[in-house]
């Protein structure tokens, strides 16, 4: 999957969020680890949901932009 993600610059280097996933965001020194460290934390973040769709209905649709 691909995600888009916003960048910026921060104290302690660069902050990365994913608007697509809310409440999902991470940092690193650099924007090489910033990017590492989003990529760990959308997989965790999509695990989690996961674990709590867990016994629901679930259905994809299409969104055309």
């Known amino acids: 999957m691909r995600y888009k993600v916003v960048l910026e610059s921060s104290e302690e280097g660069i902050a990365v969020s994913v608007p697509g996933l809310p409440g999902c965001h991470s ?24 674990k709590l769709s867990q016994n ?8 055309r932009v």
């Open 27 to 50: 940092q690193g020194a650099t924007e090489e680890e910033a990017l590492e460290n989003i990529t760990n934390a959308i997989s965790e973040y999509l695990d989690v949901v996961a």
């Open 56 to 63: 629901k209905t679930i259905r994809e649709v299409e969104v």
